[in-house]
Structures are given as structure tokens and as C-alpha cells.
């Protein structure tokens, strides 16, 4: 068994592929485009959401994401949010801007209501233009 696989043991389930209408793939080059440093945070924020809200489907779809960030580079980790959770959420329509600059502020992201709707709809967003 190389070290990598011992690292990254197999998920407990069958990943989902595609989640409202975007593929796996899909959101991972996003994620990672837009998020840099982050983007495995914000997979593990999103697959947490969708647990905890009992969405089986989002949550093995974002966990899959996640797992595929993290075996992709060790760079990929998980980074803490840095806002303080006293931050008020950003409202509905707001444009998410991505960690590295071109806007953007991952901590209002990360403490949204809905974070993985959000993503979705920022993937959408910038795979029609």
C-alpha cells in the first residue's frame, strides 16, 4: 500500500458524480480555480452542510469533492476561517469572490446559511459565461 492510499483510505460509500445538474469534476476545477488555498475547506464546509441538514446526496457529492481536493496536493488543506462568526451573512444574489484576490471573502462565505446552494450557484454562474 503506498503512503498516499494509506493517507486517503476509500470512501465508506459510492461518491455521487453529479449534484443539481454539476459534475464532480466540474466543481472540483472551480473550487480550486476560485478558492486556491481554501477550496478543500470550503468542499468540507459544504458536504458538513449538507449533512447536517439529513441531504444524503449533497453531502456524499461535496465529501467526494473534498476527498478528491485533498489527494490532489497536499496543499489542499483545511484552513480555519479567520472571520469571526459575529459577521453578519452576506444577503441573497451577493457575488462570491474567490480567496485569492479577485475578491471575495471566504469567511462570509463559510458562515453562510446554505454554503453549498451557494457554490452551486457561483459554479453555475461562471460556467454560462
Known sequence: ?????????????????????????????????????????????????????????????????????RKASPVFSLLPPTASKLRPFFPEGTDLLSARGRGGDVDRLLHSKDIGSAIIRQIRSIIEN
Not at 24 to 44: G, H, K, P
Open 1 to 69: 500500500m503506498s503512503e498516499q492510499s494509506a493517507a486517503f483510505p476509500s470512501l465508506p460509500f459510492a461518491p455521487v458524480d453529479v449534484c443539481d445538474g454539476i459534475h464532480a469534476a466540474v466543481a472540483f476545477e472551480v473550487l480550486r480555480d476560485q478558492y486556491s488555498l481554501q477550496a478543500a475547506t470550503i468542499a468540507a464546509w459544504c458536504a458538513i452542510d449538507a449533512r447536517s441538514q439529513g441531504d444524503e446526496v449533497r453531502y456524499r457529492f461535496w465529501f467526494g469533492v473534498f476527498c478528491d481536493l
